[in-house]
C-alpha cells in the first residue's frame, strides 16, 4: 500500500460510509482492482478510516449527541446484536471480506431490494429518534447485523431497518448515523487491540502504517462532512430507487469482470 492507494481509498471511504451501497464493498473492490495485497495492515486500515468517517456524525449532529441518557440507552440496546454476531462469526466475516464475488451479488440483491423500500414502507409514522422505542432499536440493530456480508451495507441495512418498523427517511437514515457512532468505535478498538496482540506495531513500517492511517482517517472524516448533507438533502426529494439501479449495475459490471479475470489467469 503506498500514498495514493491510501488517499483513493479514504475518498471512497468518506463517499459510500452513509450511502446505501456499501464502504466495505467499495473498498474491497477498489483494493482488488489497484491490485493491493490484503496483509493485516490493511484490513485494519479499512476499519479505521471507516471510524474517521463516522466522526462526521459526531460532529454535524453534536447537540443530539447531548440530548438525553436514553439516547445513548437506544445505541447499545441497538449494537447488541452486532457485538454478538461479530465475536461468533468473526473468522467467517474475515474471510468474506476478501471476495469480490460474494460484494458482486451483495450489490444485486440489495439493490433489487432499495428498487422498492419506498413503496413498501410509505406510511412512516416516526419522524424523530426521540419517539424510537427500545425495543425499535433493538430490532434496526437486528437489521445492522446483514451487513456482516460484504456489499450488502450497514447504511442500507440499518435504514431499510427503521424503515421497516415506521420511521420515515430522513429519521432511518439519521438513527443509522447515530448507530454507526458506537459500532465502528467497538470495530475499531477490537481490531487495533488484535493488531497489538499480534505485535504488528513493532514492525519496521509502523511509523509509516501510522501516518497512513492519521492520512486516511481525516481524510475520510473530510469527504463524509460533505457526503451527508448531500445524502440526506437526496433522499428526502428521491428516495431509494437511484442507489437500487447503481448497486444493480456496479454488481453486474463485478460479476463480469471477476470472471472474465479469473477466466485469463486460467
Not at 123 to 147: M, W, Y
Not at 159 to 187: D, W, Y
Not at 212 to 219: K, N, Q
Request: aromatic residues 12%; hydrophobic residues 55%.
Amino acid at each position: 500500500m503506498n500514498i495514493t492507494h491510501v488517499i483513493i481509498l479514504a475518498i471512497i471511504e468518506g463517499i459510500t460510509e452513509f450511502l446505501p451501497v456499501s464502504s466495505t464493498g467499495h473498498m474491497v473492490v477498489a483494493s482488488s482492482l489497484m491490485g493491493i495485497n490484503k496483509n493485516e495492515f490493511v484490513k485494519l486500515f479499512e476499519v479505521v478510516i471507516q471510524l474517521g468517517a463516522i466522526m462526521a456524525v459526531v460532529v454535524l449532529y453534536f447537540k443530539r449527541f447531548f440530548r438525553s441518557v436514553d439516547f445513548y440507552i437506544k445505541l447499545v440496546i441497538a449494537i447488541i446484536p452486532a457485538v454478538i454476531l461479530g465475536i461468533l462469526l468473526k473468522k467467517y466475516i474475515d474471510s468474506w471480506l476478501e471476495s469480490p464475488l460474494i460484494v458482486a451479488v451483495s450489490f444485486v440483491v440489495g439493490g433489487v431490494i432499495l428498487l422498492f423500500v419506498d413503496d413498501w414502507f410509505n406510511r412512516p409514522v416516526i419522524k424523530d429518534e426521540k419517539n424510537i422505542s427500545h425495543l425499535t432499536a433493538f430490532k434496526i440493530g437486528c437489521f445492522q447485523c446483514l451487513a456482516m456480508i460484504p456489499g450488502i451495507s450497514r447504511s442500507a441495512s440499518s435504514i431499510v431497518g427503521g424503515m421497516s418498523q415506521k420511521l420515515n427517511r430522513t429519521a432511518a437514515a439519521e438513527f443509522s448515523f447515530f448507530l454507526a457512532v458506537p459500532t465502528m468505535f467497538g470495530a475499531t478498538v477490537k481490531d487495533l487491540w488484535d493488531f497489538k496482540k499480534k505485535g504488528l506495531f513493532n514492525t519496521p513500517d509502523f511509523h509509516q502504517d501510522i501516518k497512513f492511517l492519521i492520512i486516511g482517517s481525516v481524510i475520510a472524516f473530510i469527504v463524509a462532512m460533505l457526503a451527508i448533507k448531500t445524502f440526506i438533502t437526496f433522499l428526502e426529494k428521491r428516495g431509494f430507487k437511484l442507489f437500487g439501479l447503481y448497486r444493480i449495475v456496479a454488481g453486474i459490471v463485478i460479476i463480469i469482470l471477476y470472471f472474465a479475470t479469473t477466466a485469463l489467469n486460467k
